[in-house]
Structure formats: C-alpha cells, structure tokens
C-alpha cells in the first residue's frame, strides 16, 4: 500500500486517489479530499513522521555502517 497525502501547515489535510501528474487532472478519474478536521490531520502527521523515519536515507546509511 502507498500512502498519497500532502498535509500544510499541520492543519490542511489532502488526501485521495489523485496522482499529482497532468493526466490525473485532465484525463484520470481521481479523487482528492481536502480538511482540516482537527481529528484527521494529526493522525495523518503522525503517520508521515513513520514513514520519514522509516524511509530516511540517513538513517539506512547510519544502519548499515552499525552491521
């Protein structure tokens, strides 16, 4: 599963199918959903910290020189 969600300025939440590509825009059927559902956004904040950290090349590099 991949995760398409773009949060701004920890508030606005926007989130869906959409492909963030000329096509999805004029030829796709996507859907986007755009809140700032104070319920919604932290938990999608607190899920792209996850993903930072777990897909930070630094990090990877730090482990690898520990193996």
């Given at each position: 599963?991949?995760?398409?969600?773009?949060?701004?300025?920890?508030?606005?939440?926007?989130?869906?199918?959409?492909?963030?590509t000329r096509?999805?825009?004029?030829?796709?059927?996507?859907?986007?959903?755009?809140?700032?559902?104070?319920?919604?956004v932290p938990?999608?904040?607190?899920?792209?910290?996850?993903?930072?950290?777990?897909?930070?090349?630094?990090?990877?590099?730090?482990?690898?020189?520990?193996?």
């Open positions: 599963m991949h995760h398409k969600f773009l949060i701004i300025d920890d508030r606005i939440l926007i989130t869906g199918s959409f492909n963030w096509q999805a825009i004029v030829g796709n059927n996507e859907n986007l959903i755009v809140t700032t559902n104070p319920k919604l938990l999608y904040q607190s899920e792209f910290e996850k993903l930072w950290i777990k897909f930070d090349p630094k990090q990877k590099a730090v482990s690898l020189e520990h193996t």
